[in-house]
């Protein structure tokens, strides 16, 4: 094996915002619960650091994992590691971002979202560009609500024009091409967001080169496929390496169909895959899509 992504999700589910379309909003883990979180990332921490191939990690959380410092501590010391080639994390900046400063810049990236009403505007804008002044590899979101689209115009403006800003369809919704075009003013990549892709038999990273892993060290091929390839602390996953086309009818999740290979967007985000950073400008992402 010469390189390996993992997607980690822990127990962790707790998080500080009420987010409306949220089902983690407001919840809160008991303290046996974030134990069990913190000695869970400890072990998958400790499990990297001891690979002898090169490797990615994309933490996951339901919850808001910046908050607590075994996160923030991880983060730090995957990125110190010479064989991790990249590691990130979806958050919502709601922590300080100074503890960054700990961290190999050229190997930590932030996927931040903004989500209005959580935060003051002004709180939020200044965490980014706290990161941008050190360096730090991010990208910046908001999920195209109809509500977001004053505050996801303001921030565009406001962002340095280096800062990506993704905008994600809402879950359920359904764009016509007006509304749409209007999205795509914001985010020129929001076409590959608008609809779930059809995805059944189609080449996949998947449970090849990019696992997702539990808490408990469970494999799967990604966060949306349940069988299990086998368990990351015996190596019992190993064994089960191999191409395989995906088993679902849609995928319409980022995490998951940025690794479908005829979608071609590990060159659109060729060396911010994790992260959602794109690094070819003007060129369509997929066929009859507008380009960035």
């Not at 501590?73 to 990249?86: K, N, Y």
């Not at 050229?106 to 009403?117: D, E, F, I, V």
Request: glycine content about 8%; charged content about 25%; aromatic content about 8%.
């Amino acid at each position: 094996m010469e390189h390996l992504t993992i997607l980690y999700r822990g127990p962790l589910a707790s998080c500080d915002y009420d987010c409306p379309y949220c089902p983690f909003a407001k919840r809160r883990d008991t303290p046996e619960q974030l134990r069990a979180d913190r000695a869970a990332l400890e072990r998958f921490t400790g499990w990297v650091a001891g690979r002898d191939h090169r490797v990615s990690v994309l933490f996951t959380p339901w919850g808001e994992g910046l908050v607590r410092s075994w996160y923030r501590r991880a983060l730090v010391e995957l990125s110190r590691l010479p064989h991790v080639d990249r590691v990130a994390i979806q958050t919502n900046l709601s922590h300080r971002v100074s503890w960054t400063s700990d961290a190999d810049p050229a190997k930590l990236a932030l996927w931040a979202t903004y989500h209005p009403g959580q935060v003051p505007y002004e709180r939020f804008l200044g965490k980014c560009r706290e990161l941008a002044r050190a360096g730090i590899r991010h990208s910046v979101g908001i999920v195209g609500q109809p509500e977001h689209l004053a505050a996801a115009r303001r921030l565009r403006a406001d962002l340095p024009a280096a800062t990506y800003l993704w905008v994600n369809a809402a879950e359920g919704r359904r764009y016509d091409d007006a509304e749409a075009a209007t999205w795509t003013e914001i985010d020129p990549l929001f076409p590959v967001s608008r609809r779930p892709h059809t995805s059944r038999g189609l080449a996949c990273r998947t449970g090849e080169s990019v696992v997702s892993v539990d808490g408990d060290g469970t494999v799967r091929r990604c966060h949306f496929v349940p069988s299990v390839l086998g368990n990351l602390y015996d190596g019992s996953f190993l064994g089960a390496l191999a191409p395989r086309p995906c088993p679902l009818d849609t995928c319409d999740c980022h995490i998951g169909y940025v690794h479908l290979e005829p979608l071609g967007l590990y060159d659109t985000f060729a060396g911010g895959v994790l992260e959602r950073i794109p690094a070819l400008l003007g060129r369509s992402p997929l066929p009859g899509r507008p380009t960035l």
